[in-house]
């Protein structure tokens, strides 16, 4: 490239920074050039052809890969414009400077890649799975970047977690090993109730939503009804209800809950609700 600053000096004369400063344009002009190229062929090649399957691997490579382009393309315009060439050289060739400047900032950045390679090898989930993070979090996973995993949540909030947050959290995963996505109801009924009753009515409703699918434990049928816990003011059925990953959680989710409500009422089941007895002594004492 020493022909290039020769030539904008020819034209430029004895202007040094202008020439500089104008070589550095063109050499960003290349990289961005290079990079749109790069990025179009990764996009239009790569993505669509070779990797067809949209999982997390192949997602985390893809982001992966725009990273590195774009990184390799500015290390270049670094070293390379005169402008630059020094402060790239000491910043790139200089150990102690560049150990120094990965140890303090790149530190996070670094955590991250390496905690999104480990989260694209190892798969606790996948491309549209619904699941639940011990920090509170649940929704379905749509993304993941080289820093980031993105889970969409109710009402389409998305929330963007560093990979290295997200490789440390204990993860509930409704779509484990499976092309469909489960979740587990629990139902409160009086104490009193005919306990087959009230089992049968759940079944029935979760059977006639057209949001639910016959696919406990592989097989054709529904997930069985359990009468699981005495509480202090009900007696608790539960249920697992599958589902088709291409219907909203909480569509399903209200459509099983207003059919088993309707059930219930249809059958006289009671649901309860906490009450407290307020018991009043009378102070019998005499003055």
Partial sequence: MASLSFSIKTI??????LSKAVEL???VAIATVIVI?????????????????????????????RVIIIGIAAIWVLTSAEATANFGKVLFQGTAILG???????????????????LSIHKPFEMGDRVELDNGVSGVIIDITARHVVVRTIDTVDA??????????????????????????????AYGTDIQLAMNAIRKAVEESEYTLPAW?????????YF?????????????????????????????????????????IEIPFNYVNVVMKQDDRVD
């Fill in 100 to 118: 120094a400047v990965v140890g303090l900032a790149a530190q996070p950045v670094i955590g991250d890649l390496f905690a999104g390679l480990m």
């Fill in 160 to 189: 963007i977690i560093p990979n290295g947050k997200v490789n440390s959290c204990i993860i509930k995963n409704m779509s484990h090993n499976t092309k469909v996505r489960s979740v587990h109801f629990r139902f409160n009924v």
């Fill in 37 to 65: 190229v790069l990025l179009f062929i990764e996009k239009r090649i790569i993505s669509k052809h070779l990797l067809k399957k949209k999982s997390i691997k192949t997602r985390y490579a893809e982001n992966l890969a």
């Fill in 228 to 268: 699981i816990e005495y509480a202090d003011s009900s007696l608790v059925m539960a249920t697992t209800v599958y589902y088709d990953p291409s219907h909203p959680t909480e569509i399903m989710k209200s459509d099983v809950n207003t059919r088993v409500n309707a059930a219930f009422a249809e059958a006289g």
């Fill in 217 to 225: 434990k592989g097989k054709s049928e529904y997930g069985p009804v």
């Fill in 12 to 17: 430029f004369g004895d202007s040094e920074f």
């Fill in 25 to 27: 344009l063109i050499y």
